[in-house]
């Protein structure tokens, strides 16, 4: 049709889960692929020269050697803590009070909001990120700045007010009743509004109270279509004070399970020191563990155990956990869960890292039908990218004799200068490199 677009380059598609499957039965490459996008959709893939022939009115734009992949999916993030990234010498608690707290305090106002919401995204996008799920802070207008901002953008993205009503400065305290009552509302305002879905978020057991807790549990049961998302067993004294404040609790989940936030479509970040009973919790509920790897080594956190993980059924995603985290950039967000796997004793293979930073978040998400993947009938929201991107890489990329030592010196060695093109919903983002598309 008149308004088809051919899409020509190096095509990285999953067919299977590359955990549970031989690498090669996993993963579709095309040296020479193209994708048809009609409609915001893919509405074809396959060689550039059978979809040249197929779809002769299209518009060509031809990448040459660049790889072609889905947009990568950030799944867990904190857009408000963009200002403070790489704020140095503090562990998980001290970290939050010295830095990340005074910090979105800032969020009251929401000029302050509109203004971090737009270099969130200009940042996200230039390293290729296109969809993420978003702690906002407890502000109402931060909520507002983030959707309005990916709306602006035609972006497939979840996020949510941040509850706390205790442990937290004044200034960024709620209550049970308010947060309750502001997330309902705005899950009114934003949820299932185009491509926006609404996160439930109570911040993290230690700034809630039971009743907040409560609150939260009700809310998710009454909008029971919309993800929640939090944190779960990240530092040691993070444990600690969370048997201290909950006595009765079996473990640091079993606060969220009595308050009925355990279940399909939550999202638990971090999850590195658990019990053997929170993960058989955690697998037979459904719920989703996210990797944050720059931030586990950044704030001091410990060792994700993915292959363990993993090969008990896990859903895991992959995320930056930007400001705790290190990087904007989930190529370093991929090297980082690299190096923690080899730590660990597992080298995680690149189609692995690739896969947890698509279709892996995307399962997270619960959004694997329609973005993650190259495939027909995906939205069409892709990364284009250079595998010789900088004289570093370029030298060792020459040296490749396979498709994944190709791609992995980008892996390790690449940033957002390994970003040719961005594509949402079927069209090319203005301000990347696919400008020029
Ligand atoms: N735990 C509670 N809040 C936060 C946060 O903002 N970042 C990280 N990394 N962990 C948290
Ligand atoms: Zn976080």
Redesign the pocket.
């Known amino acids: 049709m008149e308004n088809d677009i051919l899409i020509l380059g190096q095509t990285l598609a999953f067919r299977d889960d590359p955990f549970a499957t031989d690498i090669d039965a996993a993963v579709r490459i095309q040296s020479r692929g193209g994708l048809v996008l009609r409609d915001g959709k893919i509405a074809a893939t396959g060689t550039g020269q059978d979809l040249r022939a197929a779809y002769p009115d299209a518009r060509v734009i031809d990448y040459g050697d660049a790889l072609i992949s889905a947009g990568f999916i950030d799944a867990h993030v904190?857009y408000p803590?963009t200002g403070i990234i790489a704020s140095w010498g503090k562990q998980?608690i001290d970290?939050?009070n010295t830095y990340?707290f005074p910090e979105?305090t800032r969020f009251a106002d929401p000029a302050v909001a509109a203004e971090v919401a737009r270099t969130y995204f200009d940042l996200a996008l230039a390293n290729g990120t296109t969809s993420m799920c978003s702690?906002c802070t407890i502000h109402p207008g931060s909520v507002d700045a983030f959707f309005a901002e990916a709306a602006r953008r035609n972006m497939r993205v979840a996020g949510g007010k941040?509850c706390m009503d205790r442990n937290a400065p004044a200034g960024l305290r709620d209550t049970a009743q308010s947060a309750h009552d502001d997330s309902q509302t705005l899950i009114g305002r934003w949820h299932g509004k185009g491509r926006l879905s609404y996160a439930i978020t109570p911040?993290?057991a230690?700034?809630s109270s039971p009743e907040q807790l409560e609150a939260m549990g009700a809310l998710w049961q009454q909008n029971s279509d919309c993800l929640m998302q939090?944190?779960l067993s990240?530092?040691l004294p993070?444990i600690s004070w969370v048997h201290e404040l909950f006595p009765e609790a079996r473990d640091y989940l079993d606060v969220y399970e009595k308050f009925g936030l355990l279940g399909q479509g939550a999202l638990f970040?971090?999850a590195i020191h658990l019990t053997d009973r929170e993960k058989a919790r955690l697998v037979e509920s459904n719920a989703a563990l996210i990797h944050?790897p720059t931030?586990n080594t950044f704030?001091g956190?410990g060792l994700f155990d993915m292959a363990g993980l993993k090969a008990a059924g896990h859903r895991i995603g992959l995320a930056t956990?930007t400001?705790?985290?290190s990087s904007f950039s989930m190529l370093h967000t991929m090297a980082a869960a690299y190096e923690i796997g080899q730590l660990r004793g597992t080298a995680l293979h690149p189609a692995q890292l690739w896969w947890l930073a698509t279709v892996g978040s995307a399962r997270a998400m619960r959004v694997e039908g329609r973005i993650g993947n190259l495939a027909v009938g995906m939205e069409a929201d892709l990364v284009v990218l250079d595998l010789a991107s900088t004289p570093a890489i370029a030298q060792r990329h020459a040296r490749a004799e396979t498709f994944w030592e190709a791609l992995f010196p980008t892996i390790m060695l690449g940033d957002d200068r390994a970003i040719s093109s961005v594509w949402i919903n079927g069209a090319p983002v203005p301000d990347s490199g696919a400008r020029n598309a």
């Open positions: 904190h803590q998980l970290w939050l990340t979105e702690f941040t911040r993290f230690p700034t939090t944190h990240e530092q993070e970040g971090h944050c931030s704030i956190s956990d400001g705790g985290g």
